[in-house]
């Protein structure tokens, strides 16, 4: 998330009972789903969270996968 007021927005939608589908698969604390195509960012891992997938807690016991496609950016141009 970009700005502190996203961050506490998504906070509290956690607050109230929704779970973040990547966060149930990977604990790890650099995540990211963008990476800007300046100062080489995607390689040095510096990017920004800037999507989530949120679901209630009965879904959350089913989500049996999370990730990002990190390959997508693997080819010549983007």
């Known amino acids: 998330m970009a700005s502190d007021g996203e961050r506490a927005a998504f906070r509290e939608l956690c607050s109230i ?3 973040d589908t990547l966060r149930i698969h990977h604990r790890e604390a650099e995540l990211f789903t963008w990476w800007d195509y300046q100062m080489r960012a995607f390689q ?5 969270r800037i999507d989530a997938v949120l ?3 009965s879904l959350a016991k089913k989500c049996i996968a999370s990730g990002i496609d990190r390959d997508m950016r693997a080819g ?3």
Not at 44 to 48: M, S, V
């Open 44 to 48: 040095k891992n510096r990017g920004l």
């Open 55 to 57: 679901t209630s807690e």
């Open 17 to 19: 009972g929704l779970h």
């Open 76 to 78: 010549k141009d983007p």
